[in-house]
C-alpha cells in the first residue's frame, strides 16, 4: 500500500480544526489554570498549618499517581451538567497543577537560607518577603520544568477522547474510519505534534542554558 | 615495542617539543620545550592559571596539543611527524603508552562503587593482566606502604581526605608506572593532614625510581623532594634549576615575586 | 452501599481481569522500555555522527508525537502496512518506544553527570573505553538514574489507562463495567486507589533500589539498615 497524498490535504483542514479548537485551546487554558494552582498549592504547603498541609500533600499524591484518563472519566459522569471540554480543560489544569506544584517547591527550597534570614533582619513582612523576595528567584528556575510540562500536557491532550471531546486524534480516527485508510492520518496527527512540540522543547533547552549561565 | 629498560639511558623520559595548547582562543602554552630524564623529579611552579596543570593533563592524555610533539622514552604519544607532517596516532597506541604513566589527582577520584582494595586492583587485572591473587598481594602491600592497613575492604566515602588520597596514590603505584604525575595532590586537605600525604610522597621518591613531574605550592616539599624546579609563566618554563639555586638565588623578577607571594616572605 | 459491595464482589474476576492487562502492559512495556533506554542513550553518545543522528532522530520523534498517536501507529497503520499485530503488542511497543525514548534521556544525562574525574581516573589507569562504561560510569549512572526512571515507570502505568482505546479491556475499561453494576463514586473511588495502590508498590522497589546504589557507592545507609524498624524519633535523627 503506498502513501496517498490526497488523504493528507483532504484531512489536513479537519485536523487542523481539531488541532486549534480542542488541543490548543486545552493547553493554553489547562497550562494558566495548572500554573496558577499550582503556585497556590506550593505556597499552602509551606503556609498552612501541619495537619492541612500534610492533608494537601496526601490529596497532591494521590492526583499525581492516578491516571489522568480515569479522572477525566469519573469526572466527565461526575459533573454531566458542564459540556465535556470543558471537564477536560479542568482536570487537565487539575492534573497539573499537581506537578507543576512539585516544580515550584523544589524552585522555593532552592532559595537559600539566607534569603529569609535577610528579610527577617530586615523586618519584611511574610508576604512581602514571598512576592518581593522568595518567588522572584525560585520561578525563574523553575520556567524550562514548567515548560516542559505544558509540552507534555499539550501530548496528552487526545485522551480526551475518552471523554468524546473531537481533538485531532479524533478527527483523525473519524476520517480513518470513514476512508478505511488510517496510514495518511495518523502519521499525519503525529508529524502535527512534532512539528509544535519539537522546536519548543528546543527553546526550552536554550532557556534552561541561559538561566544555568547566568546564575 | 621495546621495554624501557633496553633504552639508551640519555634517552628522556618525557620530551616536549614545541607544544601548543589552545582553550578557543586562549593560547595556555605556546611553542614549550623541555625534558624530563628518566628518574628525575621536575616540580613546576608557577601563578594559578600558567598552564602546569594543562602539561600533566597533556601528558596523561587527558587533553591533546594543537601543536607540536611530546614523546615518551623517545616514542610519540598522541602525534607523530610523517614527511614533515604531523599526523594523530591511534587509540591503540596511545592506550600502549598511557601503561606508563600514572597520576594523582587534586580530588582523589576513587571510584565510590567500589571498595579500596577493588580499586587497587581494576586496573592490575583487567589492564595489565595480573591474576586476582597477585593484584590482592600487591594491593595488600601498596596499603601497608600508605598506611592503612585494615581499609581493604571501606568504602572510599568512609574514609577521611588524607587517606582518600592515600588510597589513590596506591592506586596509581598499583599499575607500576615509569611516570608518576602529581596535580596538587594536597590542595583539597586540611593542613593537618597535608604532612602524612607528603611523607608517603617522599618516601615514594627515596625508594623508587620513577620518573616524577609534580605540581605544588609546598614549596618544602618541592624541595625536599625534586631535583629540579621549572617557572612558568605565560605558558612558557622562565627559569629552571636545582630547587636550592630557584629557591634562594632566583634570577627571573617574576620567580622572587612569585615565591615571595607563597612563601608569604 | 451492601448493594455495591455485592456488586464488586460479583465484578471480582472482571476487575481482576483487567488488573492482569494494566499489570501486563506495564510490566513488558517497562521492560522494553529499558532496554530501549539503554541502547538509545547509549547511542546518543556515540562519537560517530551516524549512531548519534539516529538515535537523535527515534528519540525525538518517540518523545515528540504523542503517545496516544503512536499507539494508533502500532494498531491501525502497521497493519494496514502489512505488520499485523494483536492489540497487546501494540500497546507494548508504543510503551516501550515512548516511554523508552524519555528513558534514553535519563540514561544519556545520568552518563554524563558522572563527574569528569571518575572519566579521568579511568583514562589514567588505561581502563578501556567499555571497561570504564561498565565498571566505573554506569555503576554511577545508576544510582543518578533512578528515581528519574521512577518517575517514567509511574507515568507508564498511568499511560496504560488509554488501551481501552485499541480494544483491550484494562483496569481503566473494568471500571467502567464496575460503575454500571454499582455507581459512580464507588467505582471509581475504588479504581484510583487500586491504581494509586500500584503506582505506590512500584515506588516503594524502585526507592529499594535506589538505596541499595547508594549504599553501593557509599552513600546512606545499607537496604537492610532502611528497611529495619525503627521508631518515629530514631528515623527522624537519621534524616
Ligand atoms: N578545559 C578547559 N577549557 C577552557 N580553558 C581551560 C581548560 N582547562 C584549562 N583552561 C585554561 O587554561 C589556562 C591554564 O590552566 P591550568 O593548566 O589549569 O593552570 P594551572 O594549573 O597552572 O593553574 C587557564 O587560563 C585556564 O582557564
Ligand atoms: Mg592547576
Known amino acids: 500500500m503506498s502513501w496517498n497524498w490526497d488523504h493528507v490535504w483532504d484531512s489536513l483542514p479537519f485536523l487542523l480544526e481539531g488541532f486549534v479548537q480542542v488541543t490548543l485551546l486545552v493547553t493554553v487554558v489547562s497550562s494558566a489554570i495548572a ?16 495537619p492541612i498541609a500534610a492533608l494537601l500533600t496526601f490529596v497532591v499524591n494521590f492526583i499525581r499517581m492516578t491516571p489522568i484518563v480515569v479522572q477525566l472519566v469519573f469526572a466527565y459522569f461526575a459533573f454531566l451538567a458542564l459540556d465535556a471540554l470543558t471537564v477536560g480543560i479542568l482536570v487537565f489544569g487539575v492534573h497539573y497543577a499537581t506537578y507543576m506544584a512539585e516544580v515550584y517547591r523544589a524552585g522555593i527550597d532552592s532559595v537559600p537560607k539566607g534569603q529569609w ?84 522543547s528546543l527553546a526550552i533547552r536554550k532557556l534552561e542554558e541561559r538561566i544555568a549561565f547566568t546564575t | 615495542m621495546p621495554s624501557p629498560h633496553d633504552l639508551d639511558p640519555s634517552t628522556p623520559a618525557i620530551r616536549f617539543e614545541g607544544v601548543e595548547k589552545r582553550f578557543g582562543d586562549n593560547v595556555v602554552l605556546q611553542g614549550l620545550d623541555f625534558e624530563v630524564a628518566r628518574g628525575d623529579r621536575v616540580t613546576l611552579i608557577g601563578p594559578s592559571g600558567s598552564g602546569k596543570t594543562t602539561i600533566l593533563r597533556l601528558v596523561m592524555t587527558l587533553e591533546e596539543a594543537n601543536e607540536g610533539y611530546i614523546f615518551i622514552d623517545g616514542e610519540p604519544l598522541t ?60 594491593g595488600r602491600e601498596l596499603l601497608a606502604r600508605v598506611g592503612l592497613v585494615g581499609k581493604e575492604d571501606a568504602h572510599p566515602s568512609s574514609l577521611s581526605g588524607g587517606q582518600q588520597q592515600r588510597v589513590a596514590i596506591a592506586r596509581a603505584l598499583a599499575m607500576d608506572p615509569e611516570i608518576l604525575l602529581l596535580d596538587e595532590v594536597t590542595s583539597a586537605l586540611d593542613p593537618e593532614i597535608v604532612g602524612e600525604v607528603l611523607e608517603i610522597l617522599r618516601d615514594v621518591a627515596r625508594t623508587t625510581d620513577i620518573t ?37 638565588a632566583p634570577t627571573q623578577e617574576r620567580t622572587k615575586s612569585f615565591l615571595s607571594a607563597v612563601l608569604g616572605a | 452501599m451492601n448493594d455495591d459491595l455485592s456488586a464488586l464482589w460479583a465484578a471480582i474476576p472482571q476487575v481482576l481481569e483487567g488488573m492482569g492487562i494494566t499489570v501486563t502492559l506495564t510490566v513488558l512495556g517497562s521492560a522494553l522500555a529499558f532496554v530501549v533506554a539503554v541502547v538509545f542513550g547509549l547511542m546518543a553518545r556515540s562519537r560517530t555522527l551516524v549512531v548519534r543522528g539516529f538515535a537523535r532522530v527515534v528519540i525525538e520523534f518517540f518523545r515528540g508525537t504523542s503517545l496516544v498517536v503512536q499507539l494508533y501507529l502500532f494498531f491501525f497503520v502497521l497493519p494496514q502496512l502489512g505488520w499485523e499485530m494483536s492489540p497487546i503488542t501494540a500497546g ?50 545508576w544510582a543518578l538514574m533512578i528515581p528519574s526512571l521512577n518517575n517514567l515507570l509511574i507515568q507508564l502505568l498511568k499511560g496504560t489507562a488509554i488501551v481501552g482505546f485499541i480494544t483491550l479491556f484494562d483496569l481503566t475499561v473494568a471500571l467502567d463495567k464496575l460503575r454500571i453494576a454499582t455507581d459512580l463514586f464507588f467505582a471509581y473511588g475504588f479504581g484510583l486507589v487500586l491504581y494509586f495502590v500500584l503506582a505506590y508498590i512500584l515506588t516503594l522497589g524502585m526507592n529499594a533500589l535506589e538505596v541499595r546504589a547508594k549504599h553501593r557507592l557509599g552513600q546512606g545507609e545499607s537496604l537492610r539498615e532502611a528497611l529495619s524498624f525503627r521508631t518515629p524519633d530514631a528515623r527522624g535523627s537519621v534524616a
Do not use: C
Not at chain 2, 605540581?215 to 609563566?233: G, I
Not at chain 3, 511497543?93 to 579511568?122: D, H, K, T
Open chain 1, 35 to 50: 500554573a496558577v494552582l499550582g503556585l497556590l498549592i506550593a505556597i499552602a504547603r509551606r503556609t498552612a498549618p501541619a
Open chain 1, 117 to 200: 534570614e535577610a528579610t527577617t533582619a530586615l523586618s519584611m513582612s511574610r508576604s512581602r518577603t514571598w512576592r518581593a523576595v522568595i518567588m522572584p528567584q525560585a520561578i525563574r528556575a523553575t520556567l524550562p520544568a514548567l515548560g516542559n510540562y505544558v509540552i507534555s500536557m499539550f501530548k496528552d491532550t487526545p485522551f480526551l477522547i475518552a471523554i468524546t471531546v473531537a481533538d485531532m486524534v479524533s478527527n483523525a480516527l473519524e476520517y480513518g474510519g470513514d476512508h478505511f485508510r488510517y496510514v495518511e492520518v495518523i502519521v499525519l496527527a503525529g508529524v502535527l505534534f512534532l512539528i509544535a512540540s519539537y522546536p519548543t
Open chain 2, 79 to 138: 602525534h607523530t611527524r610523517e614527511g614533515g607532517k604531523r599526523v594523530a596516532l591511534k587509540e591503540r597506541h596511545r592506550n600502549e603508552m598511557r601503561k606508563r604513566i600514572g597520576m594523582v589527582f587534586q580530588q582523589f577520584n576513587l571510584f565510590p562503587n567500589m571498595t579500596v582494595m577493588e580499586n587497587l586492583i581494576e586496573a592490575p587485572v583487567h589492564v595489565l593482566g595480573l591474576s586476582k591473587a597477585d593484584a590482592v598481594e600487591r
Open chain 2, 212 to 248: 616524577m613531574l609534580i605540581v605544588t605550592h609546598e614549596m618544602h616539599f618541592a624541595r625536599d623532594v625534586s631535583n629540579r624546579v621549572m617557572m612558568f609563566d605565560g605558558g612558557r618554563v622562565i627559569e629552571q634549576g636545582d630547587p636550592e639555586t630557584i629557591f634562594t
Open chain 3, 92 to 141: 507494548v511497543l508504543a510503551f516501550g518506544l515512548n516511554y523508552g525514548a524519555y528513558g534514553a534521556e535519563v540514561v544519556r544525562g545520568s552518563i554524563a553527570a558522572v563527574p569528569a574525574g571518575q572519566w579521568e581516573a579511568s583514562t589514567a589507569l588505561s581502563l578501556s573505553p567499555v571497561h570504564r562504561m561498565r565498571r566505573i560510569i554506569i555503576p554511577q549512572a
